[in-house]
């Protein structure tokens, strides 16, 4: 598609429900992001993908949530047993850099996020 | 790892001023640094970058300066216009790996 395609764009979950958010980057983008996004708040990372491998899942906040991307294209966030203090905005951003020292095209473009509201 | 902090938080001018946001880095080794614009309900959209080979970019009223010394770069907005009115945001990254962004600037442009 033309830009960074992520789905659902809402999502209402009960508490200890799982839910997965997906996330559908430019073609051909190497990397591969995930931010959840507070209102008023910046983007916080979760973790990033290079092709199919996760390079850095750091920024996920316990062991709840999980994030693959198996054929180095579409992504997937998870998150078991929600709790009230996931809802957010998920946003998934791609870049086609690689990285490894290379300044070629770094940017990152968004997609539309998904609004989780864990009710 | 690495650590942005953003001023200020809330930013009024009038319309024709200019706007100046300001981040600072803790992390040496970031190399790569964009803005990043949001309209209410919209998704992030960059606006202007710079890599740390270069001091100053511009793009039009646009214009970000960078000191990797003290580890600070910043956006300034020239003759400002209502339709400039968001939430700016600065983040730092290696080789725009793993961006890390800061708590962001709303930004207003009284007419």
């Known amino acids: 598609g033309a830009g960074v395609s992520q789905s659902p764009r809402y999502k209402v979950t009960k508490r200890g429900q799982d839910v997965a958010l997906r996330c559908d980057p430019i073609s051909g983008h190497v990397s591969l992001y995930w931010y959840r996004q507070a209102l008023g708040q910046g983007p916080e990372f979760l973790t990033y993908f290079n092709y199919e491998a996760q390079q850095d899942k750091s920024g996920l906040p316990n062991d709840r949530f999980s994030a693959e991307r198996p054929e180095g294209s579409i992504s997937t966030l998870t998150i078991q047993r929600t709790e009230q203090r996931d809802s957010a905005m998920y946003r998934c951003?791609?870049?086609?850099?690689?990285?490894?020292?290379?300044?070629?095209?770094?940017?990152?473009?968004f997609g539309q996020g998904t609004r989780l509201t864990v009710v | 790892g690495e650590n942005v902090e953003q001023h200020p938080s809330t930013l009024s001018v009038q319309e024709g001023d200019s706007a100046v946001i300001k981040c600072t880095y803790s992390?040496?080794?970031?190399?790569?640094f964009p803005w990043y614009k949001q309209e209410l309900g919209k998704r992030p959209q960059l606006i202007i970058d710079?890599?740390?080979?270069?001091g100053e970019k511009k793009d039009q009223r646009i214009a970000v300066t960078l000191n990797k010394t003290a580890k600070h770069f910043s956006l300034h907005i020239t003759e400002t216009q209502p339709e400039d009115s968001a939430v700016y945001f600065c983040a730092a990254s290696f080789y725009g790996q793993n961006f890390v962004f800061g708590p962001g600037t709303r930004l207003s442009v009284l007419p």
């Open positions: 992390d040496s080794a970031s190399n790569y």
């Open positions: 710079i890599r740390s080979n270069v």
């Open positions: 951003a791609s870049s086609l850099v690689l990285g490894g020292g290379t300044f070629m095209n770094t940017e990152a473009f």
